[in-house]
C-alpha cells in the first residue's frame, strides 16, 4: 500500500516565524511531489510541486526533497496569520496502468498561526 | 496555474432524488480528471478517476452504480449522485490532471456541498 504520512498537528506557530511541514512516502518510485493549501470549507490549491532533490523557493515558500530519506518538506518563512490552514503533501505515483501518475495525498497538517 | 471550475458550487436536493455535478477544464484539455469526497474535518477521499472516453475507474468501496461518472470531452466531466441519501451529504470535489507540463500536477475544482434532506 503505497502511502504520504504527514503529522496531522495543529502546528501553532506565532506570526513571523519558519513554520515547518514534514512529510513522508512509501514509494520509492514517486518522481514528483506537491503541496497544497487549504483553507477550511475550500478546495485545495496547488503552492509549488518538487521533483529534484535538494531546494526549491518560490517567495515565502521552500519546498525540500531528500529522495533517499523519502522526505519532503515545505518551510513558509515570515508566516502570516492568513497562513493558518490544512497543508497537503501529494506524491505521484510510480504505479501502472491507470494509476499511474496519479498522486497519493496524505491526510494533511493543520497550521495555526497566531497573531 | 491552471483553472477548474465547478459548477454547482452548492446544492440541497431531496432523498431519493438525483445530482449532477460539473467538472469543467477551463484552459487546458485534461485527459485526466479526478473526483473526491471530504466529510467534515476529515482528508479527501478519492473516489474515482475519469479518463477521457473510457469508463472510470472506482476506487474501492465507491459504488459506481450510485455515483455515475462520464468524462465525455477533454474539457468536462460530470458526476451524479443517483437516489441521494442524507448519508451523501458532503463537499465533493473534481481535479483535472494537466498533461502539458509532464509533472502531473492536478488542480482542484473549487468544490460542491450537498445536502440531501
Known amino acids: 500500500q503505497k502511502e504520504v504520512e504527514q503529522n496531522s498537528g495543529p502546528l501553532s506557530v506565532p506570526e513571523g516565524a519558519i513554520a515547518s511541514l514534514n512529510c513522508t512516502y512509501s514509494?520509492?518510485?514517486?518522481?514528483?511531489f506537491f503541496w497544497y493549501r487549504q483553507y477550511s470549507g475550500k478546495s485545495p490549491e496547488l503552492i509549488m510541486f518538487?521533483?529534484?532533490?535538494g531546494d526549491k523557493e518560490d517567495g515565502r515558500f521552500t519546498a525540500q526533497l531528500n529522495k533517499a530519506s523519502q522526505y519532503v518538506s515545505l518551510l513558509i518563512r515570515d508566516s502570516q496569520p492568513s497562513d493558518s490552514a490544512t497543508y497537503l503533501c501529494?506524491?505521484?505515483?510510480?504505479?501502472?496502468?491507470?494509476?499511474?501518475?496519479?498522486?497519493?495525498f496524505g491526510k494533511g497538517t493543520k497550521l495555526s498561526v497566531k497573531p | 496555474g491552471a483553472v477548474v471550475s465547478q459548477h454547482p458550487s452548492r446544492v440541497i436536493c431531496k432523498s431519493g432524488t438525483s445530482v449532477k455535478i460539473e467538472c469543467r477544464s477551463l484552459?487546458?484539455?485534461?485527459?485526466?480528471m479526478f473526483w473526491y469526497r471530504q466529510f467534515p474535518k476529515q482528508s479527501l477521499m478519492l473516489m474515482a478517476t475519469?479518463?477521457?472516453?473510457?469508463?472510470?475507474?472506482?476506487e474501492q468501496g465507491v459504488e459506481k452504480d450510485k455515483f455515475l461518472i462520464n468524462h465525455a470531452s477533454l474539457t468536462l466531466s460530470t458526476l451524479t449522485v443517483t437516489s441521494a441519501h442524507p448519508e451523501d451529504s458532503s463537499f465533493y470535489i473534481c481535479?483535472?490532471?494537466?498533461?502539458?507540463?509532464?509533472?502531473?500536477?492536478?488542480?482542484f475544482g473549487p468544490g460542491t456541498r450537498l445536502t440531501v434532506t
Open positions: 501529494a506524491g505521484q505515483s510510480a504505479g501502472y496502468g491507470g494509476s499511474q501518475g496519479n498522486l497519493i
Open positions: 484552459d487546458f484539455q485534461a485527459t485526466t
Open positions: 518538487i521533483y529534484s532533490n
Open positions: 475519469s479518463n477521457e472516453g473510457s469508463k472510470a475507474t472506482y
Open positions: 514509494d520509492r518510485g514517486s518522481q514528483s
Open positions: 481535479s483535472a490532471r494537466d498533461p502539458g507540463t509532464g509533472f502531473y500536477e492536478q488542480y
